[in-house]
């Protein structure tokens, strides 16, 4: 079936610093794929999404490369903020019948100290 | 532009009490609809999901139960709940294409005691 996995978590980084978070994934057909990011007691936003291979994903600094090659969707940005510590979540939708079902990653933890 | 409401934000309820978690959404028509449970603040689980009114597809064996009466409104419901209902339910909806993304609500903070 399908599964999402993360790099275990916390991480904890200094302002300005940069970001890697880790997802790669096992699916049938060509998948779509996302990062979601929830702040404390809310709800889950779309962060950015691919839907096919070599496919950038992009937005509010964040970025990710849909890599078909190695099964990988890893999250990156360049300098982080304080705003960003978050729980971010890697997820994929399978190609075909899947009525829109998202397959979601444990998350990652991330806070940012100033 | 759509919205998606959902209510309570928070519940305490005792082993063995009714629950029914209600959402809406707003600005489109025929959204596919999903509830997810999230443990312990960190994996989400999917529960349920709908591709229409009164169909409703149940993705794994539990205490909970799904309704949808209209077209934009999906309802969690339990008659009995357990200590293991505990978790943060989220609802979540999609239009119709493969490739869009899930908008969720800002979910319900369930606390059986």
């Known amino acids: 079936g399908d599964s999402v996995t993360q790099m275990e978590g916390p991480v904890t980084l200094s302002e300005e610093a940069f970001l890697t978070i880790n997802c790669t994934y096992t699916a049938t057909g060509y998948p779509s794929l996302f990062w979601y990011v929830q702040y404390p007691g809310e709800g889950l936003q779309l962060l950015l999404k691919a839907t096919k291979a070599d496919d950038k994903g992009s937005n509010k600094g964040f970025e990710a490369t849909y890599r078909k090659e190695t099964t990988s969707f890893h999250l990156e940005k360049g300098s982080v903020q304080v705003s960003d510590s978050a729980v971010y979540f890697c997820?994929?939708?399978?190609?075909?019948?899947?009525?829109?079902?998202?397959?979601f990653g444990q998350g990652t933890i991330l806070t940012v100290h100033p | 532009s759509q919205t998606i409401h959902q209510w309570p934000a928070t519940l305490v309820q005792p082993v063995g009490s009714p629950l029914s978690l209600e959402c809406t959404v707003e600005?489109?028509?025929?959204?596919?609809l999903y509830w997810y449970r999230q443990a312990a603040g960190r994996g989400l689980q999917l529960l349920f999901y709908?591709?229409?009114?009164?169909?409703i597809s149940s993705e794994v064996p539990q205490n909970l139960s799904a309704s949808r009466p209209q077209d934009r409104q999906f309802i969690l419901s339990s008659k009995k709940l357990l200590l293991s209902d505990s978790g943060f339910y989220l609802c979540a909806w999609m239009a119709g294409e493969q490739t869009s993304p899930l908008h969720f609500g800002n979910g319900t903070r369930l606390t059986v005691t």
């Open positions: 709908s591709v229409g009114i009164g169909q």
């Open positions: 997820a994929l939708r399978s190609g075909g019948t899947s009525y829109g079902k998202l397959t």
């Open positions: 600005g489109t028509s025929n959204p596919n």
